[in-house]
Each structure stands twice: as C-alpha cells, then as structure tokens.
C-alpha cells in the first residue's frame, strides 16, 4: 500500500471508530439501501435533488450541506430516519417513518452512510470533490 493509500484508509477507519454507530456499518448493504429507500428523494448525491424530493411540500434534507448537517448529532439523523421528521421538529413532513421497514442497525448504517457525504476522504469531503468533477 502506498503512504497515501494507509492514511486515507486510517482516517476513515478512525473517524467511524470515534462514532457509536461504527459497529454496525457495512457499506455495500448501507448503500444499496440508501439508494432503494433514500435516494429517490434524497438524491444519489444526497443534494435532496431526488425525482420524488422535488414534488414535496417541504424539501428533503441536503446531505451535502456539511455546516448544516453538522449541527444535527447522530442521535437526531437516527431517530428522523427511525420516526420521520415530524417527531424531529414537530412540523409536518415528508420525511417517512422507517423504524417498519429496517432495523436499528440497518438505520444505524444509514446514519453512517448519510454522514459519508460529508466525510473527508484524503483530506477533501466527498461533497467538495463531486463539486470539483473527482469523486465520480
Ligand atoms: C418521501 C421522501 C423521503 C424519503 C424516501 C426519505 N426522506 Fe429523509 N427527509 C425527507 C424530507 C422532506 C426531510 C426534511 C424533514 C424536515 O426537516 O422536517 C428529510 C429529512 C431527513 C433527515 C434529517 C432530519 C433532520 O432534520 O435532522 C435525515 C437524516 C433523513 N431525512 C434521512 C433519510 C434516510 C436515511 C432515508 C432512507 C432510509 C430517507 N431520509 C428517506 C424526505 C424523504
């Protein structure tokens, strides 16, 4: 492995270590989820530039927004995606209730898959290099 390869890889097994959901990550199920059940309002970018997102009263959630969604804790990502937004911020919204359809653990994943956007990746988020035209 090259020098860069090792610190990339040890950051970001770090940065999901420091979090108490690290445990129950598994990123191809994570993804392949978020895609089926997310995505289609969410957006594969996670912009919330989803087909399905557009045509709601409230829009979803821009993943990508990292001082935004900075301001959210894991607890908060988790119980929206658990219980929808209406418990989050007691307005009505969109945001379906998920806890029928996955498990803790999956909804776990979920939080780690969502925060992926934001994540640095060899010290640039994944955001800033879908921006820049290098992460595809
Ligand atoms: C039908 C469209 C729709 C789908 C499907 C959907 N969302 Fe959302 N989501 C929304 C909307 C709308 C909001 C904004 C809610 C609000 O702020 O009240 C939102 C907000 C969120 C938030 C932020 C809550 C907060 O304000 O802190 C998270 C996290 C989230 N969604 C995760 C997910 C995940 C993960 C999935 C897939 C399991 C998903 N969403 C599926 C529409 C959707």
Redesign the pocket.
Known sequence: MKPTTIGMTLAVVCTLATSAYAQAFDWAAAQE??ER??????GSTGA?D?D??AA??????D?TDCADMAK?SDD??FN??KNG??P??G?Q????A?RK??SDDE?RA??L??RQFCLPKGGISIAHQRESGLGK
């Not at 709601?56 to 959630?61: E, K």
């Not at 919204?93 to 379906?96: A, I």
């Open positions: 989820q978020f059940y997310c995505a289609p309002c969410h919330g989803g399905l997102g709601l009263r409230r829009q979803p959630r993943f959210s908060v990502l929206a995606i937004g209406e989050v911020d307005q919204s969109d945001m379906p998920m359809s996955l909804i979920l939080v898959r969502v």
